[in-house]
C-alpha cells in the first residue's frame, strides 16, 4: 500500500511539474502577436518591408541563396577560364608544399613564458582605414591568434558577424557587418605562407572565410589537430584554456546574436578571450610537440610532421552549397524517416501526410532561401510533422497547430528565443492554407506559384541580393492556367525583366524626398524660389542670410542679390514642387532626369548650365525608359544633322597620328565612324571565348567588327583584350579585371603602344585622368541596365582641361557632346545653344507626355543667368582656391 501511494504522489507531482512547465513555456515563449486575432480573410504584407536585416546592406555577396553552385576565386590570368577553374583551390601549391614541411615555428616566434594577461583596451575595426592599417600591422608579423562569430538563425547560408584576431601586443574585433564588401582586404595577409595563422578548430572558420569574403587561409596551426595528435583528453577551447591558462569560459555565449551593435561587455569579453590565448597555447602544444618527437626518435610517428599536416589539410577544404534538384526533399526524407516509416502499416493516410511533408519541406525551403532565414526559424520539424498528420485547412488551425507542436516539443526549453509561429509563415499563411485545401501536385509547382506569387511581377516580398538569383536564373514553368503553354518562355522573360526592374528601383531611386520645398526670399521680402535644405545651409553657415520661418524652412538674404526669377519671365523657380513622377504621377519611387543629356550640358558654357533645376525632373523607372529611349534615338539624329559621329572612330598606330590631326570633326564622315562599344565589347568577348569553335562565318563577321575598331590592321589576342576595355569607366575595368583574372595594365602601361583617337588624343592620358573620377548614377544608368551600354567614344578635338577629360571618359558620347557644342557656340553662339535645349525638352515632353510637370515648366526656357557677388560662378572667383562640393550652391 505504501509503494503505490508512493506511486500516486510521484504521479501527481509528476503531472504537476509538466503542467507548469508548459504555462511557464506559454508565458516565456513568443507568440507572434500580430496574429492573436487571426481569420481566414486576414492578409498580410511580407515582414521584411518593415524589418531591416543587416546583411541586406551587403552589396558584395559571394553566396547567394540560389540553386546555383559556389564559385572559388580563381587567380587563373588566362582569359580562357572554365567551371572548372572555380572549384579549384586556388592555393592548393602552396598549401600541399606546407604540409611537407617539418617545422612548426611557433616556438621562436611567440615571446614570453608568462600567461598573457588580456587587459581592458582592444581596437574595433569598424571602417575601412581601420581594416588597412590592420593589414599593415598583420603583414609584419609572423604569427597571429584568428577566430569567428558567425550568426546562422536568420540567414539561410549563414554569415560571417565578427572576425577576432590578436597579435602579441594587441587585439582586434573586425566588424564583419560594417566591412563585408570591404574584408577582402585581408586576403594577401591570410593567403601569405610565410605568417602562420593560428585557429582552434578550423574546419568552420576557413569555410565561412571563403564563402563570404573568397579569404583563403595558408599557412594554418589548429590547436585542436595539435591536441589531437597528442591524444588529449579533450580538445574544446574550453579545456585549452582552462588547463594551460586556468580561465573559465561560458560557451553559452557562443549562441547568442552576434549582428548586435554595440556588441554587449560580456560579448567583447568573450570573443577577446577566444583570440587572445590562443598563441600562448599554441605555443605550449608545440612545445609539446617536439618534445615528444625527442623522446620517439626511432619512432615513425612525427608528431611535429602529423600536427604540421593535419592543420594545413584543413586550409585545402572547399566551401560547397548543397543543391538538390527538388527544394526541401532531403529534409522530407529525413523526417518521413523518422515520424511516419515506424508507423507499421503504410495506409494511404500515411501516404497523403507523406506527400504533405515534401510539400511543407518545399514549401520551407523557398521561403528560407527568399527571406534569407534558416530552415530552423521558418517552420520547425516538429511543426511539419503537426501539420502533415492534422492538415489543418483554416489559417487559424494552421496557426494554433503550428503554435502547439513547437510548444510541446521545446517545453524543456522554456527561454526559446525562437518566435513560433514565425514571421515568415505569419506573413505568409495563406500558402499553407493553399497546400492543405488543393492538390498542389508536384513541388515544381508549388516552386513556380511561389517563386511567381512572391518574387515575380508585382510580388508581396521584397528582392534583395540574396535572392534575384533565385528567380532570374531559374526557368520558370508556369502553371497560371490563364497563359497558355506557348507563352510560358516569354512569361518567364517578363518575369525576370520585372525582377530586374525591381532590384534597380531598390538601388538607384531617391531614398529620401528630392523636393525640399524651402525657401529663399530676397531682403525686400520677394520670394526668390524653392530649394532643398542643403542650399539653405549655405547661405546661414557664411552668415548670408537669417531664418524667417521653420516649418517649412524659410531664409531672408542679408545682400542684394544679382537677378530673381522675374528676370526670367518664368514662375517655375518661384513654385513648390512635388515629389511625384511628372509623366504619370508615380509616388512610390522615382529617379532625378536630366532632360538635356549630360554628354552635351557638361560643356554648356557655366552661365547656360550652372544651377538651374528647371531640366532636372523626376520621373518613374518605367517612364525614365521612355525617355531614354527617345533620347538615344534622338542623338542619332544630332549626329547626322552635325556630321559628327556618336561611336568611335578609327583607332591608328602612334605612327599614323600625325596624319590624323591634320583632320577637322567637319571633314570626318559618319560612314568613317567606327563600331558601338557594345558592339565592339561584345564581338570581342565572344572570339575571346567561343571563337575557336564558332562557324568560320561568323568568326569572320565579329572579326571584321574589331578589325574596323583597329582601323583595319590584322588583330591579336591582346587587341581583343584590349576591345573588351572601350566604354567602360575605371570602376566596371575593375570589376571586369577581379571577374576575368586581367589587370589590363598593358591598356595604360608605357611598355605597350597608346591607342590614339582619330584627332591624335590619347586614350591613355584619358584613362590615367579617368581614374581620378568616380564614376555616378545618372540619368542614362537605366539604359546600361536593359542592354545599352554606357560608350566612351573617342574624336576629341582641342586641349582639354583634366577635369573635362576626366568628365567626357565617363559619361556616355561625351567627346560627340563636347564637338557639338563647340560647333553650335561657334557657328551661333549661346542663341544656338539655347535653341538646342529648346529642341531637347520637345523630344522629352514628345516622349513620355507628361501630366504632373511642375508650374512655369516651358520648353522655351530661357536657362540663363548671372551671378551675384557671392555665386562660386562668379567669374571673378575663378582665381580664387577651389570650394568643396557642398559648397557648389
Same mark, same amino acid.
Not at 556588441?263 to 590562443?278: C, G, I, K, N
Given at each position: 500500500?505504501?509503494n %503505490?501511494?508512493?506511486?500516486?504522489?510521484a504521479?501527481?507531482?509528476?503531472?504537476?511539474?509538466?503542467?507548469i512547465?508548459?504555462?511557464?513555456?506559454?508565458l516565456y515563449?513568443?507568440?507572434?502577436?500580430n496574429?492573436?486575432?487571426?481569420?481566414?480573410s486576414? #492578409?498580410?504584407?511580407?515582414?521584411?518591408?518593415?524589418k531591416?536585416?543587416?546583411?541586406?546592406?551587403? %552589396?558584395?555577396v559571394?553566396?547567394d541563396?540560389?540553386y546555383?553552385p559556389?564559385?572559388?576565386?580563381?587567380?587563373? #590570368?588566362? @582569359?580562357?577560364?572554365t567551371?572548372?577553374?572555380f572549384?579549384l583551390?586556388?592555393?592548393? #601549391?602552396?598549401?600541399t608544399?606546407?604540409?611537407?614541411?617539418?617545422?612548426?615555428?611557433?616556438m621562436?616566434?611567440v615571446?614570453?613564458?608568462?600567461i598573457?594577461e588580456? %587587459?581592458d583596451s582592444?581596437?574595433?575595426?569598424?571602417t575601412?582605414?581601420?581594416l588597412k592599417?590592420l593589414a599593415?600591422v598583420?603583414?609584419?608579423?609572423?604569427?597571429?591568434?584568428?577566430d569567428?562569430?558567425?550568426?546562422s538563425?536568420? #540567414?539561410?547560408?549563414?554569415?560571417?558577424?565578427?572576425?577576432?584576431?590578436s597579435?602579441?601586443?594587441?587585439?582586434y574585433?573586425?566588424?564583419?557587418?560594417?566591412?563585408?564588401?570591404?574584408?577582402?582586404?585581408?586576403r594577401?595577409?591570410?593567403?601569405?605562407?610565410?605568417i602562420?595563422?593560428?585557429?582552434?578548430?578550423?574546419d568552420?572558420?576557413?569555410?565561412?572565410?571563403?564563402k563570404?569574403?573568397?579569404?583563403?587561409v595558408?599557412?594554418?596551426?589548429?590547436?585542436?589537430k595539435g591536441?589531437e595528435?597528442?591524444s588529449?583528453?579533450q580538445?574544446s577551447?574550453?579545456?585549452?584554456?582552462e588547463?594551460?591558462c586556468?580561465?573559465?569560459?561560458?560557451?553559452s555565449?557562443?549562441?547568442?546574436?552576434w549582428?548586435?551593435?554595440?556588441l554587449?561587455?560580456?560579448?567583447?569579453?568573450?570573443?577577446?578571450?577566444d583570440?587572445?590565448?590562443?598563441?600562448?597555447?599554441?605555443k605550449c602544444?608545440?612545445s609539446?610537440?617536439?618534445?615528444?618527437?625527442k623522446?620517439?626518435?626511432?619512432?615513425k610517428?612525427?608528431?611535429?610532421?602529423e600536427?604540421?599536416?593535419?592543420s594545413n589539410?584543413?586550409?585545402l577544404q572547399?566551401?560547397?552549397?548543397?543543391?538538390?534538384s527538388?527544394?526541401?526533399?532531403?529534409?522530407?526524407?529525413?523526417?518521413i524517416? !523518422?515520424?511516419f516509416?515506424?508507423?507499421?502499416?503504410a495506409?494511404?493516410?500515411?501516404?497523403?501526410?507523406?506527400d504533405f511533408?515534401?510539400q511543407?519541406?518545399?514549401?520551407?525551403?523557398?521561403?528560407?532561401?527568399?527571406h534569407?532565414?534558416?530552415l530552423?526559424?521558418?517552420?520547425s520539424d516538429?511543426?511539419i510533422?503537426?501539420l502533415?498528420?492534422?492538415?489543418?485547412t483554416?489559417?487559424?488551425?494552421?496557426?494554433?497547430?503550428?503554435?502547439?507542436?513547437?510548444?510541446?516539443?521545446d517545453s524543456?526549453?522554456?527561454?526559446?528565443?525562437?518566435?513560433s509561429?514565425?514571421?515568415?509563415?505569419?506573413?505568409?499563411?495563406?500558402?499553407?492554407?493553399?497546400?492543405f485545401?488543393n492538390?498542389?501536385?508536384?513541388?515544381?509547382?508549388?516552386?513556380?506559384?511561389?517563386l511567381?506569387k512572391?518574387?515575380?511581377p508585382?510580388g508581396?516580398?521584397?528582392?534583395?541580393?540574396?535572392?534575384?538569383t533565385l528567380?532570374?536564373?531559374?526557368?520558370l514553368?508556369?502553371?497560371?492556367?490563364?497563359?497558355s503553354?506557348?507563352?510560358?518562355?516569354?512569361?518567364?522573360?517578363?518575369?525576370?525583366?520585372?525582377?530586374?526592374?525591381?532590384?534597380f528601383v531598390?538601388?538607384?531611386s531617391?531614398?529620401s524626398?528630392?523636393y525640399?520645398?524651402?525657401?529663399?526670399y530676397a531682403?525686400?521680402?520677394r520670394?526668390?524660389c524653392y530649394?532643398?535644405r542643403?542650399?539653405?545651409?549655405?547661405?546661414?553657415r557664411?552668415?548670408?542670410?537669417?531664418?524667417?520661418?521653420?516649418?517649412?524652412?524659410?531664409?531672408?538674404?542679408?545682400?542684394?542679390p544679382k537677378?530673381?526669377?522675374e528676370?526670367?519671365?518664368?514662375?517655375f523657380?518661384?513654385?513648390?514642387?512635388?515629389?511625384?513622377c511628372?509623366?504619370c504621377?508615380?509616388?512610390?519611387?522615382y529617379l532625378r532626369?536630366?532632360v538635356i543629356p549630360?554628354?552635351?550640358?557638361?560643356?554648356?558654357?557655366?552661365?547656360?548650365?550652372?544651377?538651374?533645376?528647371?531640366?532636372?525632373v523626376?520621373?518613374?523607372?518605367?517612364?525614365?525608359e521612355?525617355?531614354?529611349s527617345?533620347?538615344?534615338?534622338?542623338?542619332?539624329?544630332?549626329?547626322?544633322?552635325f556630321?559628327?559621329?556618336?561611336?568611335l572612330?578609327?583607332v591608328?598606330?602612334?605612327?599614323?597620328?600625325?596624319?590624323?590631326?591634320?583632320l577637322?570633326?567637319?571633314?570626318?564622315?559618319?560612314?568613317?565612324?567606327?563600331?558601338s562599344?557594345?558592339?565592339?565589347?561584345?564581338?570581342a568577348m565572344?572570339?575571346? !571565348?567561343h571563337?575557336?569553335?564558332?562557324p568560320?562565318?561568323?568568326h569572320e563577321?565579329?572579326t571584321?567588327?574589331?578589325?574596323?575598331?583597329?582601323?583595319?590592321?590584322?588583330?591579336?589576342?591582346?587587341?581583343?583584350?584590349?576591345?573588351?576595355?572601350v566604354?567602360?569607366?575605371p570602376h566596371?575595368?575593375?570589376?571586369a579585371?577581379? /571577374?576575368?583574372g586581367?589587370?589590363? /595594365?598593358?591598356?595604360?602601361?608605357?611598355?605597350?603602344?597608346?591607342?590614339t583617337?582619330?584627332?591624335g588624343?590619347?586614350?591613355?592620358?584619358?584613362?590615367?585622368?579617368?581614374?581620378?573620377?568616380?564614376?555616378?548614377?545618372?540619368?542614362?544608368?537605366?539604359?546600361?541596365?536593359?542592354?545599352?551600354?554606357?560608350?566612351?567614344?573617342?574624336t576629341?578635338?582641342g586641349?582639354?582641361?583634366s577635369?573635362?577629360a576626366?568628365k567626357?571618359s565617363?559619361?556616355?558620347?561625351?567627346?560627340h557632346?563636347?564637338?557639338?557644342?563647340n560647333?553650335?557656340?561657334?557657328?551661333?553662339?549661346?542663341?544656338?545653344?539655347?535653341?538646342?535645349?529648346?529642341?531637347w525638352?520637345?523630344?522629352?515632353v514628345?516622349?513620355?507626355k507628361p501630366r504632373f510637370?511642375?508650374a512655369?515648366?516651358d520648353v522655351t526656357?530661357?536657362?540663363?543667368?548671372?551671378?551675384?557677388?557671392f @555665386?562660386?560662378?562668379?567669374?571673378?572667383?575663378?582665381?580664387?582656391?577651389?570650394?568643396?562640393?557642398h559648397?557648389?550652391?
Amino acid at each position: 500500500m505504501e509503494n %503505490k501511494e508512493k506511486m500516486k504522489i510521484a504521479v501527481a507531482a509528476a503531472c504537476l511539474a509538466a503542467t507548469i512547465t508548459v504555462i511557464v513555456a506559454t508565458l516565456y515563449r513568443k507568440p507572434r502577436k500580430n496574429k492573436q486575432h487571426l481569420t481566414d480573410s486576414d #492578409s498580410f504584407s511580407c515582414y521584411l518591408k518593415t524589418k531591416h536585416k543587416p546583411q541586406h546592406s551587403f %552589396k558584395r555577396v559571394l553566396a547567394d541563396n540560389s540553386y546555383s553552385p559556389f564559385r572559388h576565386l580563381n587567380l587563373n #590570368s588566362s @582569359s580562357q577560364t572554365t567551371d572548372n577553374n572555380f572549384n579549384l583551390h586556388p592555393y592548393k #601549391s602552396e598549401i600541399t608544399q606546407l604540409m611537407k614541411n617539418s617545422k612548426i615555428q611557433l616556438m621562436s616566434n611567440v615571446e614570453g613564458k608568462m600567461i598573457p594577461e588580456m %587587459k581592458d583596451s582592444y581596437v574595433w575595426v569598424d571602417t575601412e582605414f581601420k581594416l588597412k592599417e590592420l593589414a599593415d600591422v598583420l603583414s609584419k608579423e609572423c604569427v597571429f591568434a584568428v577566430d569567428t562569430e558567425q550568426h546562422s538563425l536568420h #540567414s539561410f547560408l549563414g554569415f560571417t558577424a565578427l572576425i577576432q584576431i590578436s597579435t602579441q601586443s594587441e587585439d582586434y574585433l573586425v566588424d564583419t557587418i560594417a566591412l563585408h564588401d570591404v574584408l577582402p582586404i585581408l586576403r594577401p595577409v591570410f593567403a601569405n605562407s610565410s605568417i602562420c595563422k593560428v585557429f582552434h578548430g578550423a574546419d568552420n572558420d576557413v569555410l565561412w572565410l571563403q564563402k563570404d569574403f573568397h579569404i583563403y587561409v595558408v599557412n594554418l596551426f589548429d590547436t585542436a589537430k595539435g591536441c589531437e595528435v597528442l591524444s588529449k583528453p579533450q580538445k574544446s577551447l574550453a579545456y585549452l584554456l582552462e588547463t594551460y591558462c586556468g580561465v573559465a569560459t561560458d560557451k553559452s555565449l557562443q549562441r547568442e546574436d552576434w549582428r548586435q551593435r554595440p556588441l554587449p561587455t560580456e560579448m567583447v569579453h568573450y570573443a577577446r578571450t577566444d583570440s587572445h590565448y590562443l598563441l600562448y597555447i599554441a605555443k605550449c602544444l608545440a612545445s609539446e610537440l617536439i618534445e615528444q618527437d625527442k623522446s620517439c626518435l626511432n619512432d615513425k610517428f612525427h608528431f611535429v610532421v602529423e600536427a604540421n599536416r593535419r592543420s594545413n589539410a584543413t586550409c585545402l577544404q572547399l566551401f560547397v552549397k548543397d543543391i538538390e534538384s527538388c527544394p526541401g526533399e532531403s529534409a522530407a526524407s529525413s523526417i518521413i524517416n !523518422r515520424h511516419f516509416n515506424d508507423r507499421g502499416s503504410a495506409s494511404s493516410i500515411t501516404c497523403h501526410a507523406k506527400d504533405f511533408v515534401r510539400q511543407l519541406c518545399t514549401w520551407r525551403d523557398l521561403m528560407a532561401r527568399m527571406h534569407d532565414e534558416s530552415l530552423k526559424y521558418v517552420l520547425s520539424d516538429q511543426a511539419i510533422v503537426a501539420l502533415a498528420a492534422d492538415a489543418p485547412t483554416s489559417e487559424r488551425d494552421i496557426y494554433d497547430c503550428i503554435l502547439q507542436a513547437d510548444m510541446s516539443f521545446d517545453s524543456l526549453n522554456v527561454l526559446s528565443t525562437v518566435d513560433s509561429p514565425s514571421a515568415v509563415v505569419c506573413s505568409h499563411i495563406e500558402d499553407l492554407a493553399y497546400i492543405f485545401n488543393n492538390d498542389a501536385g508536384k513541388n515544381e509547382d508549388i516552386f513556380n506559384l511561389i517563386l511567381q506569387k512572391h518574387l515575380g511581377p508585382n510580388g508581396s516580398c521584397p528582392l534583395s541580393v540574396y535572392n534575384y538569383t533565385l528567380l532570374s536564373k531559374r526557368s520558370l514553368k508556369l502553371t497560371n492556367q490563364l497563359v497558355s503553354k506557348g507563352n510560358t518562355y516569354n512569361h518567364s522573360k517578363k518575369v525576370s525583366r520585372m525582377a530586374s526592374r525591381e532590384l534597380f528601383v531598390q538601388k538607384f531611386s531617391c531614398k529620401s524626398p528630392a523636393y525640399h520645398n524651402c525657401r529663399i526670399y530676397a531682403n525686400d521680402g520677394r520670394l526668390l524660389c524653392y530649394c532643398d535644405r542643403r542650399k539653405l545651409e549655405w547661405y546661414l553657415r557664411r552668415d548670408l542670410a537669417k531664418l524667417v520661418d521653420d516649418d517649412p524652412l524659410a531664409i531672408m538674404l542679408l545682400f542684394e542679390p544679382k537677378g530673381g526669377p522675374e528676370d526670367d519671365d518664368n514662375d517655375f523657380y518661384v513654385q513648390s514642387k512635388k515629389n511625384i513622377c511628372v509623366g504619370c504621377g508615380e509616388e512610390n519611387h522615382y529617379l532625378r532626369y536630366r532632360v538635356i543629356p549630360s554628354c552635351y550640358r557638361v560643356h554648356f558654357p557655366e552661365h547656360l548650365k550652372s544651377h538651374r533645376s528647371h531640366d532636372i525632373v523626376l520621373v518613374c523607372v518605367d517612364c525614365h525608359e521612355i525617355a531614354h529611349s527617345a533620347a538615344e534615338k534622338y542623338k542619332r539624329i544630332v549626329a547626322a544633322e552635325f556630321g559628327i559621329p556618336l561611336f568611335l572612330q578609327k583607332v591608328v598606330d602612334p605612327s599614323q597620328a600625325q596624319e590624323k590631326l591634320g583632320l577637322s570633326a567637319s571633314s570626318a564622315h559618319l560612314e568613317d565612324a567606327g563600331v558601338s562599344p557594345l558592339e565592339l565589347r561584345t564581338a570581342a568577348m565572344a572570339l575571346l !571565348r567561343h571563337g575557336h569553335r564558332m562557324p568560320s562565318k561568323r568568326h569572320e563577321e565579329l572579326t571584321q567588327i574589331v578589325m574596323k575598331y583597329y582601323g583595319g590592321r590584322t588583330i591579336s589576342q591582346e587587341d581583343l583584350e584590349r576591345a573588351l576595355e572601350v566604354g567602360m569607366s575605371p570602376h566596371e575595368r575593375r570589376r571586369a579585371a577581379k /571577374k576575368r583574372g586581367l589587370s589590363f /595594365k598593358h591598356a595604360v602601361t608605357g611598355s605597350e603602344p597608346d591607342i590614339t583617337e582619330s584627332n591624335g588624343t590619347s586614350r591613355t592620358c584619358l584613362e590615367s585622368e579617368a581614374t581620378k573620377v568616380d564614376a555616378g548614377v545618372d540619368s542614362e544608368c537605366y539604359g546600361t541596365l536593359n542592354g545599352t551600354a554606357s560608350e566612351f567614344n573617342g574624336t576629341l578635338t582641342g586641349t582639354l582641361s583634366s577635369k573635362s577629360a576626366s568628365k567626357m571618359s565617363l559619361l556616355g558620347h561625351g567627346p560627340h557632346g563636347n564637338q557639338v557644342v563647340n560647333h553650335l557656340l561657334k557657328e551661333y553662339g549661346d542663341d544656338g545653344v539655347q535653341e538646342f535645349c529648346q529642341r531637347w525638352r520637345q523630344v522629352f515632353v514628345d516622349a513620355i507626355k507628361p501630366r504632373f510637370l511642375p508650374a512655369g515648366w516651358d520648353v522655351t526656357h530661357s536657362g540663363r543667368r548671372d551671378f551675384g557677388e557671392f @555665386s562660386v560662378y562668379n567669374p571673378a572667383k575663378k582665381g580664387s582656391a577651389p570650394v568643396t562640393s557642398h559648397e557648389h550652391i
